[in-house]
Nanobody, 117 residues
Framework: QVQLVESGGGLVQYGGSLRLSCTAS????????MGWYRQAPGKQRELVAR??????????TYEDSVKGRFTISRDNAKNTVSLQMNNLNPEDTAVYYC????????WGQGTQVTVSS
């Protein structure tokens, strides 16, 4: 099964930006849809963005709370999926994971994003 490694998290102030990266051990072109998920303390893991490969380009989809602030992208040649996060707020604090959509049963270690107020 493909291994996914997330990176790029950290501590950022309210209104700041981070760029998360996910590197796969195998070709992500095998997966029609890839997604970024997050799990905040005491909450269930949720999908925040997914990207679907179609002929002629990719189609991103976002959860309402991140629309206009987050941008998902994928590079099949490099086997990477990225998440650009702008205008961060404390509600975005969580561990962020990438996975295909629907997700594999197994997950990477994730990357912690902490937004201070």
């Amino acid at each position: 099964q493909v291994q996914l490694v997330e990176s790029g998290g950290g501590l950022v102030q309210y209104g700041g930006s981070l760029r998360l990266s996910c590197t796969a051990s195998d070709s992500i072109s095998n997966f029609w849809r890839m997604g970024w998920y997050r799990q905040a303390p005491g909450k269930q893991r949720e999908l925040v963005a997914r990207i679907t490969s179609v002929t002629g380009g990719d189609i991103p989809t976002y959860e309402d709370s991140v629309k206009g602030r987050f941008t998902i992208s994928r590079d099949n040649a490099k086997n990477t999926v990225s998440l650009q996060m702008n205008n961060l707020n404390p509600e975005d604090t969580a561990v962020y994971y990438c996975n295909k959509y629907p997700a594999f049963d197994s997950w990477g270690q994730g990357t912690q994003v902490t937004v201070s107020s």
